[in-house]
């Protein structure tokens, strides 16, 4: 099921509904739109009611400008508003950022995953010397030079891989979206999270992350694991690439099996 649900400024949110179980909803990082979780839905939808989202400016959802995190937390307040029961939340990336800001600030969050999330400030995620190179692609509208330098210099993608992810259809919606990249990694450099805010949460959260994580990952996680009150951290079996492409199970595993279990506690 396909539905859209209007944020508080106005900016039309897409979503897909499938599946049964409890509900989770997997929100995206940078370069993507909700057919990012495509490949994996054929094991959640077993399991889980999963709503996918486009976040703003990306797929089939609006935009409003001038663009702001708080704008994300607010499309989150609105999705959730559509369901009666606690909705579970899984973000990727920049969508972790985005999940861990509606924590204490969005209502009927049952717990929450973030995947590899970006140490606060962008340290380690993205040099300023990267970033400079994918704003001016994108000045010049070079579009797919800006998505493969993210790809390959901050998502740390091989080049096969990215050649691969080329050739498929859902390519051109990343190529659509690629103007939202600069804009969230400048939000993501000036990002920081309220510490003593989120310390008064009581929402579950797994940390979750590839068994190759870099120094920056490991801060960052160290850093969450310090702040949150209710917090697990668990190392796929697989890098972190690898886990979002193409060994999807250890991916897919972890987060049904957290899911599962913190929904009886709802």
């Not at 606060?120 to 040099?127: F, I, K, N, V």
């Not at 450099?189 to 009581?202: M, V």
Request: contains cysteine; negative net charge.
């Amino acid at each position: 099921m396909v539905g859209q649900v209007t944020s508080a400024d106005g900016t039309s949110i897409t979503y897909d509904v499938d599946g049964s179980g409890p509900i989770t909803l997997f929100l995206h990082g940078l370069a993507n739109d909700r057919t990012r979780w495509r490949p994996m839905l054929p094991v959640l939808t077993k399991e889980l009611r999963v709503v996918t989202v486009d976040r703003r400016g990306r797929g089939d959802s609006g935009d409003t400008l001038p663009y702001a995190l708080e704008r994300e937390v607010e499309d989150l307040q609105a999705l959730l508003a559509l369901f009666k029961e606690p909705v579970h939340l899984v973000g990727h990336a920049f969508g972790a950022v985005c999940v861990l800001e509606a924590l204490t600030r969005v209502p009927n969050v049952a717990s929450a995953v973030l995947c590899r999330f970006p140490a606060p400030g962008g340290d380690g995620y993205c040099s300023s010397h990267v970033l400079e190179k994918i704003l001016n692609a994108l000045a010049v509208d070079d579009f797919a030079r800006a998505t493969r330098i993210y790809f390959g210099e901050v998502a740390h993608m091989p080049r096969d891989l990215i050649d691969e992810i080329s050739r498929l259809p859902t390519w051109r919606n990343r190529l659509q979206a690629a103007h939202t990249i600069g804009r969230e990694l400048l939000a993501l450099e000036a990002f920081s999270y309220d510490k003593e805010r989120l310390s008064k949460g009581s929402v579950p959260v797994m940390l979750l992350h590839g068994n190759d994580a870099d120094a920056s990952t490991e801060t960052a996680m160290a850093a969450l694991e310090a702040t949150l009150p209710v917090v697990e951290r668990f190392a796929m079996r697989a890098g972190q690439v690898a886990a979002m492409n193409t060994d999807i199970a250890a991916f897919t595993d972890p987060v049904v099996a957290w899911v599962k279990r913190h929904h009886k506690k709802t």
